[in-house]
């Protein structure tokens, strides 16, 4: 009769290995489906889209920020009823794209206010000027540089908990 010793322990080491492999991958597999972590992937994808829109501005010449912003706008709304934001770009003439979700919602840029709705105004700035926003009694400022700027600023409100995306 032959030992058979060395088969038994290749295949418990075999189904080991497997056990092992199986807890790993169940536990890189997780998704973290909280509010936080999909509105914080919504501001990053907004924020990097918008660097590749202003990325094509340069190259191409063509203003296409206008178009961007009107489809993030509709995007966001779709992703989040609830959250507020506001779009902020150009050079000397600034143009503010704002979505107001919630009538209790106060955003106010410089003496320029948004209701609830969408809502599109252009103002002239100069160079170096600084734009203050102030959105539910938080400020935020930022500045007008000669090549023109683009920001956007969105907050959502769920279960007594506020989430901020600037860029």
Known sequence: MKKKGG???????????IIILGFGLLQNSIFNDSPNYQFE?????????MLKTLEYNLFTGENVIENFTELASE???ESYPNANFIFIYGSEN????SYISNPETSLVVEELSF??????QTKIYQT???????????ETS????PGGIAHFLIILEE????FVGFS
Do not use: H, R
Not at 94 to 97: A, G, K, L, P, V
Not at 128 to 138: K, P
């Open 7 to 17: 088969q038994i322990f290749l295949i418990g080491s075999f189904l080991f290995v």
């Open 41 to 49: 992937y919504l501001a990053k994808n907004v924020q990097g889209e």
């Open 75 to 77: 995007y966001i709304k």
């Open 94 to 97: 600034i143009s503010f794209q």
């Open 115 to 120: 209701d609830q709705g969408s809502q599109k």
């Open 128 to 138: 170096n000027e600084e734009i203050l926003i102030t959105l539910n009694g938080e």
């Open 142 to 145: 930022v500045t007008v540089y």
């Open 159 to 162: 279960n007594d908990e506020v």
